[in-house]
C-alpha cells in the first residue's frame, strides 16, 4: 500500500530536549516536505527536499533541522524544543515538481506537546 | 505571499442540506486543490482544477475555479454525516509550481 508513515504520532517533551520525528515514504517520490498545523492558521510548510541531500526552507523553519540522505526519509529534528512549537506535524511527498504532479500525499500527523 | 482565504470558517448543517465552501485569493494560481482532512488524519486530495473556469464533479461534490483563476468553490449536494471533515484548498503558485499554500479551511460538520 502506498504510503507516508510518521512516527512517533503523539510525543510530549519539555523544553531544550532534543527530538526527532520520522518520515517514510513508499512511493519512490522525489519532492517530500514537512508542514505544521494551528487553528486559524493552517498548514506552513517547514523545510521541503526536492530529491536526495537537497533540502530548502520553507515559510518557517527557525528551530528546525531537516536531512534527507535517502530518498524514502525525511526526518525532522528539533534541536532545543520550546512551547511555540507545540503543533500538529505533517509529512507529505509527491513525484515531483511540475503542473502534473502536485498531488501530496500526507502522513497521518505528529502531535507534539512542549512543555 | 500569496494568501487563501476560506469560509465560512465553520459550517454546521444538517443531512440532507446544501452547501458552499469558498476559497478567494488575491493572487492568480497555476493550479488549485481542494483536500479533506478527518481528525487523527493527514488531507487527501479530492481534485485539482486548472484551468479558468473549470468545473470538476465527484459524485455529490462540484468544484469550481474562477475565471481569473484566484478563487474557487466547493458544493455539496446533500450533505451525509460522512462529509464531516476539515475542507482545506491549496494554490499553487503560477511561476513556481513548487510553492504551494493552503488556506486555514473550512470545518463541516454535518448532523444525522
Known amino acids: 500500500e502506498a504510503q507516508v508513515t510518521q512516527n512517533p504520532r503523539y510525543l510530549i517533551t519539555v523544553t531544550g530536549k532534543k527530538l526527532t520525528v520520522t518520515c517514510s515514504q513508499n512511493m519512490n517520490h522525489e519532492y517530500m516536505s514537512w508542514y505544521r498545523q494551528d487553528p486559524g492558521l493552517g498548514l506552513r510548510q517547514i523545510y521541503y527536499?526536492?530529491?536526495?541531500?537537497?533540502?530548502d526552507k520553507g515559510d518557517v523553519p527557525e528551530g528546525y533541522k531537516v536531512s534527507r540522505k535517502e530518498k524514502r526519509n525525511f526526518p525532522l529534528i528539533l534541536e532545543s524544543p520550546s512551547p511555540n512549537q507545540t503543533s500538529l506535524y505533517f509529512c507529505a511527498s509527491r513525484q515531483g515538481i511540475g503542473l502534473g504532479y502536485n498531488e501530496q500525499f500526507f502522513g497521518p500527523g505528529t502531535r507534539l506537546t512542549v512543555l | 505571499t500569496q494568501l487563501l482565504e476560506q469560509s465560512p470558517q465553520f459550517l454546521s448543517i444538517q443531512e440532507g442540506e446544501n452547501l458552499t465552501v469558498y476559497c478567494n485569493s488575491s493572487s492568480v494560481f497555476s493550479s488549485l486543490q481542494w483536500y479533506r482532512q478527518e481528525p487523527g488524519e493527514g488531507p487527501v486530495l479530492l481534485v485539482t482544477?486548472?484551468?479558468?473556469?473549470e468545473v470538476k464533479k465527484l459524485k455529490r461534490l462540484t468544484f469550481q475555479f474562477g475565471d481569473a483563476r484566484k478563487d474557487s468553490s466547493l458544493h455539496i449536494t446533500a450533505a451525509q454525516p460522512g462529509d464531516t471533515g476539515l475542507y482545506l484548498c491549496?494554490?499553487?503558485?503560477?511561476?513556481?509550481?513548487?510553492?504551494?499554500?493552503f488556506g486555514a479551511g473550512t470545518r463541516l460538520t454535518v448532523k444525522p
Open positions: 491549496a494554490g499553487a503558485d503560477t511561476y513556481n509550481n513548487n510553492d504551494m499554500r
Open positions: 527536499s526536492m530529491n536526495v541531500e537537497v533540502t
Open positions: 482544477v486548472v484551468t479558468g473556469g
